[in-house]
Each structure stands twice: as C-alpha cells, then as structure tokens.
C-alpha cells in the first residue's frame, strides 16, 4: 500500500500523522514500530491517526514507539489541531478532539491564515492512586518516599489522561533519564507503566523538565508530562494555582497553568515535511 503522511513537531515532539478522513490505516501498532524507527524508517517518536468522529471535530489515535496506544498526547492534539486548521477540514477557533482520555477542546492563534500556537484545554488532573493508577493505599501521592532501584525518591503522582511520576532535583542535568526512566516505568506499583518526569525549580513561574515516556524512552518533550509538572508543583508548594508557569523542555518551551477547574497548555505546532511511503 502507498500511505500519505505529515511529519509534524510540536516542542520537538515529533510524529507521523495520517489523514484518516481520505485513507484507511491498518495494523498501526506494527507500523508505528516500522515508520518510527530513525535508521530504517520515517523516524518519530510514534504514529497519530486523525480521523473521523461522530462526537467532536476529529479523533485522535496515537501509537508509542513500541506500538502501544497511548490515551493522549499533549504535543500530538496540537499538531492535529493545526492539521485541521490548516487543511480546512475544520476552519474554526475553537477545535473539539476525541481522545481515549475523553473530549479534548482547542483554541486556534493563528499567523497569516495558519495555526500557530494552539491552547489545549486538558482537563482536571487524576490525583486519586487507585485512577492514575498507582498501587499505594494513601489518598494522594504527594511526596510520597519510595525506594527506585536502591535509591530513595520522592515521587509525586498524576493522570493527566496517561499516569505521570513527577520527582523534583536539585540538578535535571545530573539525572541519567535513559538508565533509571525504565525502572520507574516497570516498577509493580505501576499496573499500567508510567512516564516519569525529572524536574528543577528555577523559580515559581519557571519549571525544567526531563521526561522518560513509557513505550518511547526519553524524548525532547511531553505535553501531559509538563502540565503533570505544574500539578505537581502546585501540590508541593514550588508554583502558585491559576499561575502561567513556563516548563523548558529539550524541545522548546510550553506555558501551562493549573486552575481549579481544569489544566491549560499552549505551545507551538509546526509541519517538518509532507511525503508517501510504500508498505
């Protein structure tokens, strides 16, 4: 088969996008494995369907790099939302994306006709252990002591549509995220896995990150991951509630604030290149 695809970033949060709405895709757990591969294939850190819903504006299917499907993905319904935007299939404001973890609602800024930025509405954070899920009986896991592997951490716990481990160090860049990300991910406390997320304080409107995502490993940006940060840092006292907090990343920055009603991020959303491949 001859497959049309985008290849999209937002925050260097790079995947492979196929327009559903004109083409079927089949088996995209095998070919997210194929197509993300950086040697022998498209390269990504995975695969997003975009494709049609009878509840919102579009749906969102996205697929890890070890072709599991993931819930959300804070980067990815960015780049969905400019590809609609853009293309016309949804030439509005305000974007409605069906995801696993529920409706998704956009907000389009836009720079000479195309979407530029997008402000993704994620709803209220999970703080509740046995929701995210976490396997410890306390009623939330707010600097909770565990020991990773032999060392002592504590962890913060949150659910931003996927299950997010947020520790807070001294130093992010003395933190080696590819060797101890795996042992957080597997670890039995998690039923479903978990992506992990080192964080610095720099001050209380600035956070930097780095995240080790489960089925992918470390990668330049994690949209649920950064507003998990920002949850987090409000649950520990570093960051104050309905404040815009900048979370650096690898890949860029992302603005996130936490209010009593919901979570907001907005970042960028940009097209790398456009092309076909044969499968």
Request: with cysteine.
């Amino acid at each position: 088969m001859k497959l049309d695809f985008i290849k999209m970033q937002g925050c260097g949060n790079d995947y492979i996008y196929f327009d559903c709405f004109s083409q079927k895709i089949e088996d995209p757990e095998n070919l997210s494995i194929k197509l993300s591969d950086r040697h022998y294939g498209i390269g990504g850190d995975g695969i997003i369907l975009i494709c049609p819903s009878d509840v919102a504006d579009a749906k969102m299917r996205m697929f890890n790099l070890d072709g599991t499907e993931g819930k959300m993905c804070g980067n990815g319904i960015r780049c969905v939302g400019k590809y609609l935007y853009d293309t016309g299939i949804c030439k509005k404001k305000e974007i409605s994306i069906e995801t696993l973890s529920g409706i998704k609602f956009l907000e389009v800024t836009e720079r000479k006709g195309k979407a530029k930025f997008l402000t993704v509405d994620m709803g209220k954070p999970e703080l509740k252990p046995e929701l995210i899920p976490v396997d410890i009986k306390e009623e939330r896991i707010v600097n909770y002591p565990i020991k990773i592997n032999d060392n002592l951490y504590h962890i913060t716990c949150v659910s931003m549509g996927n299950p997010h481990c947020v520790v807070f160090c001294a130093n992010i860049d003395n933190v080696d995220v590819e060797f101890v990300g795996p042992f957080f991910e597997r670890n039995k406390i998690f039923p479903e896995k978990v992506n992990v997320e080192f964080v610095q304080v720099i001050d209380k409107r600035t956070l930097a990150m780095r995240v080790f995502e489960r089925g992918s490993g470390e990668t330049l940006a994690c949209g649920t991951g950064a507003c998990a940060a920002v949850v987090a840092a409000v649950l520990n006292g570093h960051c104050e509630k309905g404040q815009e907090v900048s979370v650096c990343l690898k890949g860029g920055i992302l603005l996130v604030s936490y209010t009593d009603e919901t979570v907001y991020m907005k970042g960028n959303a940009k097209k790398v290149f456009k092309g076909a491949i044969k499968v």
